[in-house]
């Protein structure tokens, strides 16, 4: 029985230990604004609550409309591992809003 206890506290550390407490979420979209038409590729964090792409959708789209933008689509949810190969395409949209 102690033995049993050992193996699931050793187990448990070691799922602690690699599994990061806090992992970053970031999507790429893409926006429009009328009159005349512009369009836009950006990059955002989301909230670790909205790292799915449905749920993102509803997280970005007033934040981009408050800048005056319309949401068009969520490209992708990646995490920072992906930040830095978008950033040159993003431009003033790269973490922007």
Same mark, same amino acid.
Request: glycine fraction near 10%.
């Given at each position: 029985?102690?033995?049993?206890?050992?193996?699931?506290?050793?187990?448990?550390?070691?799922?602690?230990?690699?599994?990061?407490?806090?992992? $970053? @979420?970031? +999507?790429?979209?893409?926006?429009?604004?009328?009159? #005349?038409?512009r369009?836009?590729? !950006?990059?955002?964090? /989301?909230?670790?609550? $909205? @790292?799915? +792409?449905?749920?993102?959708f509803?997280?970005?789209? #007033?934040?981009?409309?408050?800048? !005056?933008?319309?949401? /068009?689509?969520?490209?992708?949810?990646?995490d920072?591992?992906?930040?830095?190969?978008?950033?040159?395409?993003?431009?003033?949209?790269?973490?922007?809003?």
């Amino acid at each position: 029985m102690r033995h049993a206890f050992h193996t699931l506290g050793f187990a448990l550390a070691l799922t602690l230990a690699t599994t990061p407490l806090h992992a $970053a @979420c970031y +999507a790429d979209y893409k926006a429009k604004m009328d009159n #005349p038409l512009r369009l836009h590729y !950006g990059v955002i964090a /989301l909230p670790d609550t $909205a @790292c799915d +792409a449905g749920v993102a959708f509803g997280v970005i789209a #007033p934040r981009v409309a408050a800048g !005056g933008w319309e949401l /068009l689509e969520v490209m992708s949810i990646f995490d920072d591992t992906g930040l830095d190969g978008r950033r040159g395409d993003a431009g003033q949209f790269y973490l922007r809003f």
